[in-house]
């Protein structure tokens, strides 16, 4: 039987490229892993069992036929988040309302993820709408923590981070507006990108805020995260945000090294609040990086406060824009605790999304600015680790923060000014949860962030740890 818990994405393409391994034995132990744990998890809305199986098999005959090299992804699992349309399957966007939808036709992103080889799986759980950060459903179930199953796995798209945390699946594809692919790669000590606004199509995704959605992916590790954006990234010209320079080659960038890269290290909110196993992971992280041969660079940005709010008024205006019809129509089918999310974007005026709209330009001025002097930040991707499901607050310091700000504070910015980030694993609590190092670059440089996460990757073990339930596969 094939272990999958010792595997990555990019050794299970070149092992069925060499027919090694057949996409068909891949999928079969992919789906009873899936079978024997999802019950427990909730990772998983739907599962594709009979469509996965006759994907692998087209695969192989594919290898068997000379055509190998043209599937760099060669019969890799994938799972996407539910909030993407996959042909043929529904896509619930994690809501009761859109149960029984089935699109006619993939998401940019999962057609050519699908073009080069993968597998998919199945429709992975999200918090509903993608409008929120712990995964929690009344819907299709809670998806949970694969280190402990009475925690939260960060959202919205929690069941990518829980189905890769225990090789239910090895790519991923999900969406972020706030957070959302970086949040539960940090819980579940997996890797979470960020694209740059307009890197990747939004084509076939359900919106949430169109000025701030990007599309991503979440892997096993930083590699295995390049190679997946090698074949996502670029123009297409159902999604005119998407940008029409040639897309780099990130998987040539993982081997760069650290050497030459100035690290900004922010002496502000980014920094000031943290639980204090995560905070002595950041500075051993900082450490690693220093070893590496960055050198550092001390930052100041302007306080949080102001990002936060702009943040707020965009994607409470534009997803009641989105989903106006719905909200009018059917409000009392959303859940308790996005209905008036959803609603609350009807009662803002124009004067204040436009003066949201200012502020962005603001920031984004300013963190341009912030830029010249360093080609990478480093922040915490989350404050605390994944706190028990139900817990509406977190103790920081010496006040309790609402949950909402403690997990988006320090990723919602860059959402605001469209930069590329990536979350990568740094350290466990004593308890036993990840904790995430998240590094942000300069717009269209996911290049650099590759470069640095790589090389802080292959000088720590962390992403090499599984969660024991993953054993009970």
Known sequence: MIDLTTMTARKIAEAVRRRELTAVAVAQAALERIARLNDTLHAFITVTRAEAMAAAEQVDRQVAAGRGDALPLAGVPMAIKDSFWTRGVRTTGGTKILTDFVPAEDATAVARLRAAGCVLVGKTAMHEMAYGFTSRNPHHGDCRNPWDISRIPGGSSGGNGAALATALAFATVGGDTGGSNRQPAALCGVVGVKVTYGRVSRYGGIPLSWSMDTVGPMARTVGDAAALLNVMAGHDPRDPTTRRDTVPDYVASLNGGLKGIRIGIPHDGFMALMEPEVGAAIQDALGVLKQQGASFVDVRFPTLDPVVGAHRAIIFSEAAAAH??????????????????????????????????????????????AWRSFDVLVTPTSPIAAPPIGVPAARLG??????????????????????????????????????????????????????AAAAYEAATNWHLRTPPIARLG
């Open 324 to 369: 106006e019809d719905l909200i009018r129509a059917r409000a009392a089918e959303f859940s308790d605790e996005v209905r008036p999310l959803l609603q609350s974007g009807l009662f803002l005026t124009a004067t204040q999304y436009l003066a949201a709209q200012q502020a962005r330009k603001k920031t984004i001025a300013a963190y341009r600015e």
């Open 398 to 451: 010496d006040r309790d923060v609402p949950l909402v700000r403690a997990f988006l504070d320090l990723t919602l910015p860059f959402n605001l000014t469209g930069q590329p980030a990536i979350s990568v694993p740094c350290g466990f609590t004593r308890a036993g949860l990840p904790i995430g190092l998240q590094l942000v670059g300069r717009p269209f440089d996911e290049a650099t962030l590759f470069r």
